[in-house]
């Protein structure tokens, strides 16, 4: 009995905080949003931050949130509008260019995803995520060269990263340099023991 | 001139590429020569193709083309200079073709859909002022899937043929329904099947038969690392079948010079010369009869593309 009055303090606690935060105060749209996205129930997500899209001012976290919900429900043209929206509300926000380039690279439309990630590079030079996103769209049009100058280069300011040389070794194995890939995908092991593409390209060349 | 294959074909293929921004354009030249075997009519024939393509994204295209094609006759043959047939010893040719495309992916389905106008003029004649002209209106509808795995597209082409020497005026509709699909499950393996159904309003111009149908395999390997000889890609293709004055949207030409063509097959291979340099090879054969003359013969020839990207 006594444990679960405790349990219940502490549920009061969080409640009575979450309160005091601004945006928050009178529901719980944010709390129960993230829940039913870690439960996958990504339409049902946005929905509970419907209360929170509808207020004015325009909360621009909101629109972001929903571009992110929009994109992993598979509404990729709906989230790119989102995140659009996000943009216009704040044309400097890194984060709402980068948003645009997920659902961009789900539909595979590689040219765009690489205008907005290489307009945050403009900003942002060495910003992971926009290169990263940028190597997949240099991945899905076959740049084989210039991802693998890109990974090798980024690779150079992120050397714990073991995502950029899973793409140098890819692009040195598209290119026929099979030492080079070999090396790479060494370096992935080092950094993810048991990574499987890694294993299997040094099992088989 | 007849039998023995003399051909040589090149092609330059030139591509600009914009690092950023909307806008990527690449323009090709290609220049064709080939030669008929077997033929009594016929003795080879050369074309230039120039084409320039501007894609705005992923989302449109447009695309303007012009190919000159020449084809030599046997002077010697009895029935050249007849009624019907082109009096002079050569046909030239002009081709002038546009056409815009239109990408959307709409969530509902998935995948890419395409919508695409293609339009062509075409002028031909010969040493003795002979001539003809044609225009063809050509819409397409195409999906490819999410994962790029299955594409689909039906094509249809309206020709319209005026003071054809052999055949006056008349016109012809065709039916493309093509498939594609990976062969493999790395995507490196790649067969598109296309039908064509060709229908002659008129058919004094297809000798007596109100249609043809012929259905057109394309295999295509790409290797993962540089195969035998460096190859970054194999092209096979075959027709069975036949066709006449077809409209081939692969390779936005008109088959309006031609007889009626059978069974036909190329071989292609393609090489990356750099991140701006590209080679492609193709040989192929085609087989044709002229029924009007009982002329039975091939079209040989070999493809040269070399093309770049700056």
């Known amino acids: 009995m006594k444990r679960r009055k405790g349990r219940f303090g502490a549920a009061l606690a969080v409640a009575l905080l979450l309160a005091l935060i601004p945006g928050v105060a009178g529901s719980h749209p944010w709390i129960d949003s993230y829940t039913l996205e870690t439960q996958q129930r990504y339409t049902e997500a946005l929905a509970a931050l419907e209360p929170v899209l509808a207020q004015r001012p325009v909360n621009e976290f909101a629109v972001m949130r929903s571009g992110w919900l929009l994109y992993l429900a598979g509404k990729y043209n709906e989230s790119l509008s989102a995140y659009q929206r996000a943009l216009e509300l704040n044309p400097r926000s890194l984060d709402a260019r980068l948003g645009l380039t997920l659902p961009l690279l789900a539909q595979k439309r590689w040219r765009e995803a690489a205008m907005h990630a290489q307009q945050v590079l403009e900003t942002a030079p060495w910003n992971y995520y926009a290169h990263v996103r940028l190597m997949v769209s240099q991945e899905g049009q076959g740049q084989w060269e210039a991802l693998a100058r890109h990974a090798a280069d980024v690779a150079a300011r992120y050397p714990t990263d073991a995502t950029l040389y899973v793409y140098l070794g890819r692009a040195e194995a598209k290119l026929g340099n099979v030492e080079k890939a070999k090396a790479a995908y060494r370096a992935v092991l080092e950094r993810v023991p048991g990574h499987y593409e890694a294993s299997d390209f040094l099992a088989t060349h | ?281 193709t040989v192929g054969t085609e087989s044709y009869s002229n029924a009007a003359i009982s002329d039975d013969y091939r079209s040989n020839y070999v493809s040269l593309v070399l093309g770049a990207t700056w």
């Not at chain 2, 914009?18 to 030249?29: D, E, K």
């Not at chain 2, 890419?112 to 050509?138: K, M, N, Q």
């Not at chain 2, 043929?161 to 393996?189: E, I, K, M």
């Open chain 2, 1 to 281: 001139m007849t039998g023995a294959m003399l051909v040589l074909c090149t092609a330059v293929s030139l591509q600009t590429q914009a690092a950023q921004g909307p806008w990527y354009s690449r323009g090709s030249v290609e220049g064709l020569l080939g030669n008929y075997s077997g033929s009594a009519e016929r003795d080879d024939w050369g074309a230039l193709r120039l084409l320039w393509q501007a894609d705005y994204l992923e989302r449109a295209s447009v695309f303007v083309g012009y190919e000159y094609s020449h084809i030599s006759f046997n002077p010697e043959f009895l029935g050249h200079g007849q009624h019907g047939r082109w009096s002079g010893n050569s046909v030239n040719q002009n081709l002038f073709n546009a056409g815009y495309a239109h990408n959307a992916t709409p969530d509902a389905v998935g995948g890419r859909f395409g919508l695409r106008l293609d339009g062509y003029v075409l002028t031909s004649e010969d040493e003795a002022g002979d001539s003809s002209s044609a225009w063809v209106i050509a819409p397409q509808v195409s999906w490819l899937n999410q994962s790029q795995s299955l594409y689909f597209d039906l094509g249809y082409a309206y020709s319209s043929y005026a003071d054809d020497p052999s055949a006056g005026d008349f016109d012809v509709s065709q039916l493309t329904p093509t498939v594609g699909f990976a062969a493999s499950d790395d995507g490196h393996n790649w067969v598109q099947l296309r039908g064509y159904f060709v229908h002659s309003f008129e058919t004094v111009a297809t000798i007596g038969r109100s249609s043809t149908s012929a259905v057109e395999a394309k295999f295509t390997r790409n290797s993962r690392e540089d195969g035998w000889l460096g190859i970054q890609r194999w092209r096979l293709g075959a027709l069975v079948g036949s066709r006449m004055f077809a409209v081939d949207p692969d390779i936005r030409t008109v088959y309006s010079l031609t007889d009626e063509q059978g069974t036909s097959a190329f071989a292609g291979a393609d090489w990356s010369l750099g991140e701006s340099l590209n080679l492609m090879v």
